[in-house]
């Protein structure tokens, strides 16, 4: 049996995929520090758009974060996806923002208007606010991918 993807054509345009990547711990920093290599790879293969990537946690760094995910003790009490960021921004050059909150009704996908939407929680209960937030969505995300 052969399954066939096809790209959602406004992903190919020349323009800046947006990519929201709402949790900023272990499996969130992993991915969103993974993103800059992609938008190079994006940028080198003839996509002058790349990646727009917005970051939204709203937790802060704790002790026991140093141990296990890419913070430092000078980033105690720091907001993770805000620190992810500008350590992004400052090495690759990119303009990424961060969002310092929790994802429902409040924070609305709408101020993002993504492409791609990358679930970085682990809790059933932030997988439902990520997946109600979509349904009330103004705009068609092509992807949400699930960690």
């Known amino acids: 049996m052969r399954i066939e993807h096809n790209v959602?054509?406004?992903?190919?345009?020349?323009?800046?995929v947006r990519v929201l990547v709402v949790g900023a711990g272990g499996t969130?920093?992993?991915?969103?520090?993974?993103?800059?290599?992609?938008?190079?790879?994006m940028r080198a293969w003839g996509h002058s758009g790349g990646l727009d990537v917005w970051m939204?946690?709203?937790?802060?760094?704790?002790?026991?974060?140093c141990i296990r995910q890419p913070?430092?003790?000078?980033?105690?009490?720091?907001?993770?996806?805000?620190?992810?960021?500008n350590r992004i921004n400052l090495f690759w050059g990119t303009?990424?923002?961060s969002f310092p909150v929790h994802?429902?009704?409040?924070?609305?996908?709408?101020?993002v208007h993504p492409d791609i939407v990358i679930g970085c929680v682990d809790t059933r209960a932030a997988r439902r606010?990520?997946?109600?937030?979509?349904?009330?969505s103004l705009n068609r995300t092509s992807y949400w991918l699930l960690y």
Not at 34 to 41: E, N, V
Not at 56 to 65: F, K, Y
């Open 8 to 16: 959602p054509a406004g992903l190919l345009e020349n323009r800046r």
């Open 28 to 41: 969130g920093s992993a991915i969103v520090m993974g993103l800059p290599y992609l938008d190079q790879a």
């Open 56 to 65: 939204m946690d709203a937790d802060t760094v704790s002790e026991t974060n």
């Open 71 to 85: 913070f430092s003790f000078s980033d105690l009490g720091l907001n993770k996806a805000t620190v992810l960021v």
């Open 95 to 97: 303009e990424w923002k």
């Open 103 to 111: 994802l429902d009704k409040r924070a609305r996908i709408n101020d």
């Open 129 to 136: 606010a990520i997946e109600e937030a979509l349904k009330t």
